[in-house]
């Protein structure tokens, strides 16, 4: 790796050159990091849907051409000036989100919502100068969410950076780097559901299903899972949902009412994962008074309102957000990281395919036909 230390890279990455249209795999450059900024050697990396929704670019402003991911594991090859946390070969999982440790929200122990570094979907350079790292003959290739993963080598702001045991199998833990820690830490760290308790989960996609394997490792008696499609139930036993509703299946009644009656007056917590303000509303509604509590977890349409009569506050229902689980990157993911080594997270139920970064169209593929949780992609 001291060969390259300093020196531009040239290596592969899959290009997205327009919106909707197949990635290439191309040889771009790499420049070595600036100050504050770590080079690091992709060794895997996954397709998570919010990639897919930038690629198609139907609700945002176009930037290409850009080098999507952002689920990733790799090795250290290069620090910029001022890194001291990192050094070549630390085994690492670049994030999308960041921690500074400087700024108020990364002091405060409530908050992971770092002022510098969190999520910025427009933003195609790296803060430091606003230049890319990434070009090709010249000409310069956009970032996407500071991580940009699709490509062998890559360069991060050490902030997004969690340095992680080398011990942990990096073709497994890489989907801890967004959707599955964004669900699990939303039920661990937010909902907070006590041994016994009933959960109710809405959307079973990957991330709702890490929020139903945060529910079970709380314990939790009774896990609801309400989906619209009836495919995703079988499997969501795996991850210890023990009920499933299809709202599709009870014409016009409220699903916030099929649930109340199923469990004596409404669920003690509920995760909703779908980013559709109606299940939002379902999700707030279904918890019991007195102290059911509800978070929300998808991304809803930016023209979206929340509405429900305000006695529901008053009856002592609790409404919550989380952005990634409320986890903050180089703290507290190197601890998620342990849970599976100790045996205790389990993560390769959450992996239905693997394939060659060579084959990595054929990923967009089997999330555009609902047919993957996590497709792991192989950089060697």
Request: net charge negative.
């Amino acid at each position: 790796m001291s060969d390259t230390w300093g020196q531009t890279i040239r290596c592969k990455a899959a290009v997205a050159w327009e919106a909707g249209k197949p990635l290439v795999i191309e040889e771009v450059e790499v420049a070595p990091p600036q100050k504050g900024e770590v080079r690091i050697k992709i060794l895997f990396t996954s397709l998570c849907h919010t990639d897919v929704y930038f690629w198609e670019a139907k609700g945002q402003t176009p930037l290409f051409p850009r080098i999507f991911g952002h689920e990733a594991g790799g090795v250290v090859e290069s620090v910029g000036e001022g890194v001291a946390e990192l050094k070549p070969g630390d085994h690492v999982l670049p994030v999308f989100t960041g921690e500074c440790k400087q700024c108020r929200h990364c002091k405060s122990a409530e908050s992971n919502m770092c002022e510098l570094l969190r999520i910025n979907t427009d933003r195609g350079e790296m803060i430091s100068d606003g230049k890319t790292r990434f070009s090709k003959d010249g000409k310069p290739i956009y970032h996407f969410l500071g991580t940009s993963t699709f490509s062998e080598y890559t360069v991060v702001h050490e902030g997004c950076v969690a340095k992680i045991n080398p011990e942990a199998p990096l073709d497994t833990v890489c989907i801890l780097s967004c959707g599955m820690s964004t669900g699990l830490g939303a039920t661990l760290n937010v909902a907070k559901p006590t041994k016994g308790s009933t959960v109710a989960i809405f959307g079973l996609g990957a991330v709702g299903l890490a929020a139903a394997e945060g529910a079970r490792l709380s314990g939790a008696s009774r896990i609801i899972g309400i989906d619209l499609n009836p495919n995703r139930f079988n499997d969501a036993k795996k991850f210890g949902v023990t009920e499933f509703i299809n709202p599709k299946d009870h014409g016009d009644k409220p699903v916030q009412q099929v649930i109340a009656e199923m469990t004596d007056g409404g669920v003690d917590r509920s995760v909703e994962c779908t980013g559709n303000v109606n299940a939002m509303i379902s999700a707030f509604e279904c918890v019991h008074d007195g102290w059911g509590v509800a978070v929300l977890v998808g991304v809803p349409n930016k023209d979206d309102a929340f509405k429900t009569h305000p006695v529901n506050v008053l009856n002592e229902r609790t409404l919550k957000g989380t952005f990634f689980g409320n986890y903050k990157p180089r703290s507290d993911i190197p601890g998620v990281v342990e849970l599976y080594m100790k045996k205790e997270l389990e993560l390769e139920k959450f992996i239905t395919h693997r394939i060659h970064f060579s084959e990595i169209n054929k990923a967009f593929d089997y999330m555009l036909k609902g047919e993957s949780l996590r497709c792991i992609i192989s950089m060697d």
